[in-house]
């Protein structure tokens, strides 16, 4: 969708281009409000929450990609676009990731020379400095057809900004919107992780996996998520509905998160995910949208805070 400048009252509200995050006596990471370099219209948001509003009321969309075009570049912020393919885990591949139709394909293939490390197809909102898209809290959803086959593994989930843009030792909480495997094609995972990155980390398991009752290989489906900052817990929708709820870490609402989508290959220590000769070479997974909402409550707070002169 096209994006168009709205009046200085929502730009004061909104989180959006490139945040900047600041750490209070107690040691959590608060988001503040930072100038904004892209904006979702008015019209644009009616549409898009009337389509597909959020599970609870008094939110307002913050971030769209419907995937008309082709926004993706190697500096999300200096050439204006709204997702980067600079990882820090990951060189990029530019050549596995692509727009047509409405739709975004990321591609993972299984050829040693060019897909370093076993992960292809990745995509950030941020660039490698950590500038770009980040939220704290909020409800988070994608529009995705996973992949089929043994092997396979599609992802779309949150990580701290934080070890882009501050101490690298800092925790790294993680949380997985969807991570699913191609050997159990009926069911998805819905991670929460204390530490992904360092040591020592916990999750949620046993309590993590979404029993669909379908091939969720064969149609696209909507994966979301809700990070409420007065919920002791993390809620995991499917389709609109709520289907889990995993109580929070103590670092879970510490961390203002990039949002990260990717298509790789392999079993990343879930077990039964192997490749072997029946792994499809190239897999594809397709994007159709991405949509963030934030509670309206917390972008008057973050306009307050920021009035008020935080960085």
Known sequence: ?????????????????????????????????AAASQFVSADESAAVTAAFPPPVSGMTLTFDDEFDTYSLSNDNVADGTKWTDHLWFA???PDLIGVSNGVLSLTADQ??????????????SVNEHGQGFTQRFGYF????????GQGTWPSFYLINNDRLTGNPNAPDPEIDVIEAQGARPAEYYTTL????????????YPDFVVHAGVDISQGFHRYGMLWDPNSATIDWYYDGQRMLSS???????????????????????????????????AVVMQVDWVHVYQFSSQLTAMSTASAAGCP
Do not use: Y
């Open 111 to 124: 050829n040693p020379a060019t897909n370093h490390n076993g992960f292809a197809g990745q995509i950030a």
């Open 247 to 281: 109580p929070k870490f103590s670092t879970t609402d510490s961390a203002t998160d990039m949002l990260v989508l990717g298509s790789d290959i392999g079993d990343f220590g879930a077990g039964g995910n192997d490749p072997n000769a029946s792994t499809p070479n």
């Open 91 to 93: 060189d990029p591949r």
């Open 1 to 33: 969708m096209k994006t168009t400048m709205m009046s200085a009252a929502v730009i004061a509200l909104l989180s959006m281009g490139t945040a900047s995050a600041q750490t209070d006596p107690a040691g959590s990471s608060t988001a503040c409000a």
């Open 141 to 148: 959803e994608a529009s995705i057809r996973v992949p089929s």
């Open 193 to 204: 992780h204390l530490n992904a990155v360092g040591t020592p980390d916990k999750t949620n």
